[in-house]
Structures are given as C-alpha cells and as structure tokens.
C-alpha cells in the first residue's frame, strides 16, 4: 500500500507532463498549418475567417494546461478581457489610446466595434508573457513588469504590419504612430501589474510557447510580405 501512495505523485507528474507535451504540439501545430494558410494564396480567405476560432482553440489550451483551475484563474482572466477590451474602445471611440484606428472584419464578432477576440488576444499575451517572467530568474517585480512590456511592444511592431494587411484593424493615420507603442507597453505594464497581485503558483511552459509560436509567426509573415 505505501509503494502505491509512493507511486501516485510520479504517475500524476508524468501525466501533467504528457498533457503539456501536447498542448505545446497543438499550438506549434496550429500556428505552422497558419502560416501555410496565409502564404498560400488559394487559401488566404478561408484561413483569414479562421482566425477568430484560432484565438478561440488558444484560449482553449491555455485554460486546459493551467494548473488546478479555480475563481482566481478565471477572475484574472475576466479582468484582463475587460480592460484590454476597455482600452480598445477607448482607443477606437476617441484616439486617446493608440491612435486613430478601426477594426476590420478578420477577428469576428464585433460589440461596440470592438471584436471580442481583442480581449481574449490581450488575455492569451498578458498570461503568456506572465508565465515567461514567473519562470525567469528575474527576481524584482518591477524589472519582470518592464521585461514583459517591452517584450510585448516588440511583438506589437511585428503584429502591425501583418495586421493592416489582413485587415485585423487599419489606421486612419498616415502609418502605424509611435503612441501605439507607447499605450501597447503601458497597457501591457498594467495587466502585468495585475497579473503580478494574483501570485499564480508556477506555471508549466505551455503559455510561453504560445507566445513564442506568436513571435514565430508574425515575423515570418513579415519576412513574406
């Protein structure tokens, strides 16, 4: 009987460990066949209606892959929609945020004229990159805060291009303006901020690889458009 309770922790561990391993496939998977979807040109259209049930089936595995899922999980879930949709639709309705910019038709179903992926996008990179930072040897809260926001400004300047192309949203200025960047980091800083209060036990890595298979993404895109 002692051997069996023994046994029970390595067979969990090992179970854990195999349910990552595929979450990280299906992601690397997912965002491989995209690409394809996107380069080739006879399957452009049919993968840009894709894109809202792509962000869907991430959300999907990230929920899937947290460890012991409970109302804090999901409370720092429906704040970081929430405000990332907030800022969004201040950022539409009055160019104080970002710019002026409009949504087009690729990320789905709009509310406000702001679609509602937005906010799961701002939930998936804010959790992603907070994982990344929780697994770091970053000590200091403010440094992982700083190291995350500029990491996700980096990945703004490879979305942006890919995005107006595909028509996610289209800026009614002339190019892409530096406040973006500047709002994409403080927004990002504060949700990093937030997720920081909520002192999630660590994290396996699937969040990070979703954030890598982002980065992947959008800069070969780059390197084909």
């Avoid at 595995?61 to 970081?80: E, G, H, K, P, Q």
């Avoid at 992603?128 to 970053?138: N, P, Y």
Wanted: net charge positive; with cysteine; glycine share 6%.
């Amino acid at each position: 009987m002692e051997r069996a309770k023994n046994l029970r922790p390595i067979a969990s561990d090992n179970s854990v460990r195999a349910k990552n391993k595929i979450c990280i496939i299906v992601i690397f998977l997912f965002h491989l066949v995209g690409l394809a979807g996107f380069i080739i040109p006879s399957l452009t259209v049919l993968f840009i209606t894709l894109v809202p049930w792509h962000l869907l089936l991430m959300l999907g595995i990230i929920v899937y892959s947290y460890d012991n899922f409970d109302s804090r999980f999901l409370l720092f879930a429906l704040t970081a929609f929430g405000i990332g949709f907030l800022a969004e639709y201040i950022g539409v309705h009055t160019g104080w945020l970002f710019g002026h910019y409009q949504y087009g038709s690729t990320l789905g179903i709009k509310l406000f004229e702001i679609p509602l992926m937005i906010g799961v996008n701002w939930f998936l990179l804010i959790y992603a990159a907070g994982v990344i930072l929780q697994r770091s040897r970053l000590q200091n809260t403010w440094v992982r805060i700083f190291t995350g926001s500029m990491v996700l400004t980096l990945l703004d300047v490879l979305i942006e291009p890919i995005a107006i192309h595909f028509d996610y949203w289209h800026w009614l200025d002339a190019g892409v303006p530096f406040k973006n960047y500047v709002c994409w980091f403080a927004l990002s800083a504060l949700l990093l901020f937030i997720f920081e209060q909520f002192k999630f036990k660590r994290q396996a890595i699937v969040g990070p690889a979703l954030l890598i298979a982002q980065f992947i993404f959008f800069a070969v895109l780059n390197l084909m458009y």
